[in-house]
């Protein structure tokens, strides 16, 4: 079992920025895949960003290219989404989620889950 817990979520002017963090535990944290999700009300769930265990590899989704950045700590079992040049778009809760295995960017293909932060960007 993996325990996610996220936060640093908030309300924030349009062109604010926000830093989200993730504390895991439980199994090895540095052998996972670890990822952003976000959910805005009446929506699916997307993918945001992903990030292998070295940082080699990592993904955006085409909407936050550039503007948002995915690191990780794996001496802090603890991975992070530094979110720049925020729009009132980018309102949903933030879910953090690790596979031990990428299988691409679908809610189905990721193991764990953490509850979720709410991120407000106001205009």
């Known amino acids: 079992q993996v325990q996610l817990v996220e936060s640093g979520g908030g309300l924030v002017q349009a062109g604010g920025s926000l830093r989200l963090s993730c504390a895991a535990s439980?199994?090895?944290?540095?052998?996972?895949?670890m990822g952003w999700f976000r959910q805005a009300p009446g929506k699916e769930r997307d993918f945001v960003t992903s990030?292998?265990?070295?940082?080699?590899?990592?993904y955006y989704a085409d909407s936050v290219k550039g503007r948002f950045t995915i690191s990780r700590d794996n001496a802090k079992n603890t991975v992070y989404l530094h979110m720049n040049s925020l729009k009132p778009e980018d309102t949903a809760v933030y879910y953090c989620?690790?596979?031990?295995?990428?299988?691409?960017?679908?809610?189905?293909?990721?193991?764990?889950w953490g509850q979720g932060t709410q991120v407000t960007v106001s205009s």
């Open positions: 989620a690790v596979t031990s295995l990428y299988l691409g960017t679908a809610v189905t293909a990721w193991d764990y």
């Open positions: 439980g199994r090895t944290f540095s052998r996972y895949v």
């Open positions: 990030i292998n265990w070295s940082g080699g590899n990592i």
